[in-house]
């Protein structure tokens, strides 16, 4: 059953789906599962194995939604509970049940790592792949043009893809788009990033979704802030809302004073691990 259970929580997490596991770590008296039960949850809320059934479950799996809806650190807890409507104790949280033990339960959330879809395989896109590399971060890689989208170019990348633009959009929807964390336009033609981004955009349009890294991926786009402003008027022309595109990001990356397209990649990946773990990149990070 563990087995089950951790292969099930696995293929949730290639899915790019943050998974809760709840494990029972320790009992004392008359419990309903014994050490070692667990079950996982996804962010879809669908489920696999159990920690014993009954009242306890239920509590249980209502705590697994809880910590799927919270999308800040600390994730994950332990929690004992006692299995008697009159438990007391240090840290116990009574049920209504009449088994009359207890059980310590850990419950831990675990969060896929980062899957960027680089679009568009020139310099910058090469240096954000090292970077991400560097961090065990996974990418894929989609250039028009053959030779920038290669093996040779990028040897670890999960996927590569040399199609024309509509020819990737036509096989994509939103849930498939949801294996990525992110997704770059880096293109080296502004008509095909400009492509890009509006295929993109209707599917979230008819998904009624938001690229917010939890409806679906994140979405940036390298230039500058003129040439966002062109975009988003052909997007708002094309029927795409301004709640849509006020999710985008462009111009991508923090503001550190990046030129080389190494140090852009330094300040695009930081400003992605800083939506990932859910903090304010531009707060201070000391303590008076």
Same mark, same amino acid.
């Given at each position: 059953?563990?087995?089950?259970?951790?292969?099930?929580? &696995?293929?949730?997490?290639?899915?790019?789906?943050?998974?809760?596991?709840?494990?029972?770590?320790?009992?004392?008296?008359?419990?309903?599962?014994?050490?070692?039960?667990?079950?996982?949850?996804? /962010? +879809?809320?669908?489920?696999?194995?159990?920690?014993?059934?009954?009242?306890?479950?239920?509590?249980?799996?209502?705590?697994?939604?809880? *910590?799927? !809806?919270?999308?800040? *650190?600390?994730?994950?807890?332990?929690?004992?509970?006692?299995?008697?409507?009159?438990?007391?104790?240090?840290?116990?949280?009574? $049920? +209504? !049940?009449?088994?009359?033990?207890?059980?310590?339960?850990?419950?831990?959330?675990?969060?896929?790592?980062? *899957?960027? $879809? &680089?679009?568009?395989?020139? *310099?910058?896109?090469?240096?954000?792949?090292?970077?991400?590399d560097a961090l065990g971060w996974h990418h894929s890689v989609h250039d028009t043009r053959p030779e920038f989208s290669a093996v040779k170019m990028y040897p670890s990348a999960e996927q590569l893809?040399?199609?024309?633009? !509509?020819?990737? $959009?036509?096989?994509?929807?939103?849930? !498939?788009?949801?294996?990525?964390?992110?997704?770059?336009?880096?293109? =080296?033609?502004?008509?095909?990033?400009?492509?890009?981004?509006?295929?993109?955009? =209707?599917?979230?349009?008819?998904?009624?979704?938001?690229? +917010?890294? =939890?409806?679906?991926?994140?979405?940036?786009?390298?230039?500058?802030?003129?040439?966002?402003?062109?975009?988003?008027?052909?997007?708002?022309?094309?029927?795409?809302?301004?709640?849509?595109?006020?999710?985008?990001?462009?111009?991508?990356?923090?503001?550190?004073?990046?030129? /080389?397209?190494?140090?852009?990649?330094?300040?695009?990946?930081?400003?992605?691990?800083? /939506?990932?773990?859910?903090? +304010?990149?531009?707060?201070?990070?000391?303590?008076?």
């Open positions: 059953m563990t087995a089950a259970v951790m292969a099930w929580a &696995l293929s949730r997490l290639a899915l790019g789906q943050r998974v809760v596991l709840a494990s029972v770590v320790e009992t004392a008296g008359s419990v309903p599962g014994k050490v070692g039960a667990r079950l996982a949850m996804a /962010s +879809d809320e669908q489920w696999s194995g159990t920690v014993g059934g009954a009242g306890l479950e239920m509590k249980v799996l209502q705590r697994c939604r809880e *910590h799927l !809806s919270t999308q800040h *650190h600390p994730f994950g807890e332990v929690i004992r509970y006692g299995l008697n409507k009159g438990a007391k104790g240090y840290q116990v949280t009574p $049920l +209504d !049940s009449l088994c009359g033990g207890q059980v310590t339960l850990a419950i831990e959330v675990m969060i896929p790592m980062p *899957h960027v $879809l &680089l679009m568009g395989g020139g *310099h910058c896109g090469q240096a954000i792949a090292n970077t991400l893809s040399s199609v024309s633009v !509509s020819e990737f $959009l036509q096989t994509e929807s939103l849930e !498939s788009l949801r294996r990525f964390s992110d997704v770059l336009l880096l293109g =080296h033609d502004w008509a095909e990033d400009e492509e890009r981004l509006l295929g993109l955009l =209707h599917l979230y349009r008819e998904g009624k979704a938001i690229p +917010d890294g =939890h409806q679906g991926p994140r979405i940036g786009v390298i230039g500058s802030r003129s040439k966002w402003q062109s975009f988003e008027k052909t997007c708002l022309e094309q029927g795409i809302g301004q709640p849509i595109l006020d999710a985008i990001v462009c111009p991508i990356g923090l503001n550190i004073g990046a030129e /080389s397209p190494e140090e852009i990649a330094v300040a695009v990946v930081a400003q992605i691990m800083a /939506s990932f773990k859910g903090v +304010d990149a531009e707060a201070p990070t000391w303590r008076t």
